[in-house]
């Protein structure tokens, strides 16, 4: 869908290889089913080779866990947007919805016996000693998806803006 860069929480995603990127929150098939679901920002073919896909939701700040229950909430809805988005993605890939064509060619013959899928969530300018409680929590909430779905125990990943940097995904 995309080969531009996306700007996404005061970060700039990008530029990806052309058909490597897909900006689901912006998409014709989310558009389609938006009221009532919350959608992460897009999915990165990051190995086409190991069908791995990574899919980003971007945050400007978060809340501290001590800050309940604003830190629950910001969780569950982390949590409903990486769920949604990779239920969305795969419904997409088996042609569950008309705007299918709108993926590009990678991920139209993705290999979903053998795809892969990271979490993510990065967070401008957070310090990288409060992104064990973040990554924690996290995990425990997308636990039933980690475990329905058979991905991996590495597959929730909480990032700052630095370490997002140094994996390719920002600039």
Known sequence: MTSEPI???GMTFGPYPEGHCFYIEKSETYRKIQEGVKMAEFLLLRSQDDCIVWIIEAKQSSPRPESQPNFDAFILEIQ???TNALTLTV????M???THEELPN????LDLKK???RLILVIKGHQEAWLPPLQDALKKALKPT?????LSATSVVVLNEAMAKSQGLIR
């Not at 419904?91 to 088996?94: D, H, S, V």
């Open 7 to 9: 700007i996404e929480s």
């Open 80 to 82: 409903e947007k990486l």
């Open 91 to 94: 419904a997409t890939c088996l």
């Open 96 to 98: 569950r919805h008309s």
């Open 106 to 109: 990678f991920f139209q013959t």
């Open 115 to 117: 795809a892969n899928f």
């Open 146 to 150: 980690i475990k329905t779905w058979n």
